[in-house]
């Protein structure tokens, strides 16, 4: 663990030590992707949770009252 420390304190000098741009660059780099993998797997995992309580659709919505159709309406 002790190692792991060092490696990220080190990692973390070098950054901080970059000029604005590159730091920006480099961060971005590492953040957007990181973020948007995120993204997806949180997609993946509420379709799944969804599906399995049975609100994976959404209600239809009836144009003119703004409320919620009910089966017998939509036919």
Do not use: Y
């Amino acid at each position: 663990m002790e190692q792991i420390a060092r490696w990220w304190d080190g990692a973390e000098l070098w950054i901080a030590g970059l000029p604005f741009v590159p730091q920006v660059v480099l961060v971005l780099a590492v953040a957007l992707p990181a973020c948007a993998a995120i993204a997806w797997v949180l997609d993946r995992v509420l379709v799944i949770i969804l599906a399995l309580l049975r609100r994976d659709k959404a209600p239809a919505v009836a144009a003119s009252t703004g409320r919620a159709a009910t089966d017998s309406e939509e036919n």
